[in-house]
């Protein structure tokens, strides 16, 4: 089955239910944007979820100084690199024993002609927005990444996934984890129950496809 993350957490009632109802991954976005979160409050949810281990942080082309302090503070150990970061920027990461997540915003091909230059714990590939960085609730074209296998053994699949596509989606790119936001909300950064309980039992409802062991950080 593929693993889920929910994304753009911003309130306790929310994370806990999520990870009651099966969530793999809980990011928390530490950069600009309608569903940002203070470190304060994180600290708050990650104490009251004391037993729950993934939380991701999110970033979004800040300084490495910015990231460290935020991610030592609350104990963070997997990090999502949503700009325009370089390899060698993420390699400090990797280098600092940190599991980072690449993400590669999807236009077109020419996309992922940087992609080989990263090595990293996983990749996240969202869809392109010219207005937003993420959680825009756009898909992308999935046959832009089909002639990549290799990726998807540590692929994180986002971009305008919800209950109605998200079958269809696992099917075709088979990923290690898919990544929602928009898909599961009342409004941006309030999640809506119903929505995200479907799309969890959806994405657990699909054996792997993929006969090479999935490890990441589980």
């Not at 060698?88 to 993400?103: G, P, W």
């Not at 002639?147 to 109605?164: E, K, M, Q, W």
Request: glycine share 6%; with cysteine; hydrophobic share 40%.
């Amino acid at each position: 089955m593929a693993k889920v993350k929910i994304c753009g957490n911003t309130n306790l009632e929310d994370a806990r239910y999520a990870a009651e109802r099966g969530a793999d991954y809980l990011g928390f976005i530490f950069a600009e944007g309608k569903r940002k979160i203070s470190p304060q409050t994180a600290k708050t949810i990650m104490e009251a979820l004391k037993d729950y281990k993934n939380f991701v942080g999110v970033f979004f082309n800040q300084p490495k100084k910015e990231v460290l302090q935020i991610a030592n503070s609350l104990g963070l150990k997997i990090l999502q690199f949503h700009g325009e970061e370089t390899a060698l920027y993420c390699n400090y990461f990797m280098d600092a024993r940190f599991e980072v997540i690449k993400t590669f915003r999807i236009k077109d091909a020419m996309s992922l002609k940087r992609i080989d230059e990263y090595n990293v714990t996983a990749f996240l590939f969202d869809a392109f927005s010219k207005e937003e960085a993420g959680g825009t609730g756009k898909t992308f074209d999935w046959g832009i990444i089909a002639d990549r296998p290799f990726v998807h053994d540590r692929l994180f699949l986002a971009g305008g996934l919800n209950i109605r596509n998200l079958s269809s989606a696992i099917e075709k790119i088979n990923p290690y984890a898919v990544d929602v936001a928009s898909g599961v909300e009342k409004e941006p950064g309030k999640k809506d129950p119903r929505l995200l309980e479907q799309f969890i039992q959806i994405a657990q409802s699909h054996k792997s496809q993929n006969a090479k062991a999935r490890s990441f950080h589980s």
